[in-house]
């Protein structure tokens, strides 16, 4: 489909026109595939998850390629970001003993969701790539295998299941309850929940930004130019939020990477 029918939106359509408000839909997350090769199609939001993993690796490169005493601007701001992981969200989670193994992972998994959130505001992309349930989920699975195998090479196979599970002999009768809904919880709700959180997020967001944008340019027609206005500055205060928005989900998603990890290492669920 084209960029036309991704919007579904018609150039001429105004308020006080015989056409109504072309409200924005499933539709707008769909769009035509930019090349087949052997039947796989590579679309758009593929093209910028490639384009935000080039742009990570060619940041942190000339970042740190060659670091000086005396940082220069781009090493300065690597460093603070690396840092603000590494520092505020492992060293807190899982401690800096067991977590220093795991700081480039959550780094790069921090900003890897981070510029999939950013896409949505940037002129051209406009998109927010984790608005598609699938780039969530690849992400939350990845987790979720590691917080498994790190689970069961502590612990061990018994001492795994015992983990997962919220093993606590004191428990008595109510044992096997809980045992069962940590299992739920655990293995089944807590990666869905992961992947959700991020996905409906961005879905939302980007969703409430369309459509304001599409009701600003409905509304610029005759007495609708005043209504139009609103719904522009509507516009702008979503962005502005989306931004905010947009660092809280890839602060929240590493967050619960670690309490996953921090949960795998210790001694007790």
């Known amino acids: ?130 608005s598609l349930i699938a780039f969530p989920a690849g992400l939350a699975l990845v987790v979720y295998v590691m917080w498994v195998s790190l689970t069961f090479k502590k612990h061990g196979f018994v001492g795994g299941w015992k983990n997962i599970l919220g093993y606590d002999k004191n428990l008595g009768p109510i044992l096997p309850m809980v045992m069962a809904l940590e299992f739920l919880s655990n293995l089944i709700i807590r990666p869905f929940t992961h992947a959700v959180r991020l996905f409906a997020n961005m879905f939302a967001g980007h969703m409430l930004i369309v459509m304001f944008s599409l009701a600003t340019w409905y509304l610029m027609n005759g007495f609708g130019f005043v209504y139009a206005g609103a719904s522009f500055v509507m516009v702008v205060a979503m962005t502005a939020f989306e931004l905010f928005i947009q660092a809280v989900q890839a602060y929240v998603f590493v967050l619960l990477a670690c309490s996953y990890v921090q949960g795998a290492l210790s001694e007790h669920h």
């Open 1 to 130: 489909m084209s960029a036309d029918q991704t919007l579904a939106f018609d150039p001429s359509c105004h308020i006080f026109t015989p056409c109504g408000f072309p409200a924005p839909g499933l539709h707008t997350f769909m769009y035509e595939p930019i090349a087949t090769v052997a039947g796989f199609e590579f679309t758009k939001p593929m093209l910028l998850a490639l384009l935000g993993s080039i742009a990570i690796v060619v940041f942190f490169w000339a970042a740190f390629a060659k670091p000086k005493l005396v940082p220069g601007k781009v090493q300065m701001i690597g460093e603070a970001g690396y840092d603000f992981v590494r520092r505020g969200i492992v060293y807190e989670i899982i401690g800096k003993k067991d977590g220093e193994k795991y700081v480039p992972f959550m780094v790069s998994l921090f900003f890897f969701v981070w510029i999939l959130n950013l896409w949505s505001i940037i002129p051209l992309a406009q998109f927010p790539v984790t």
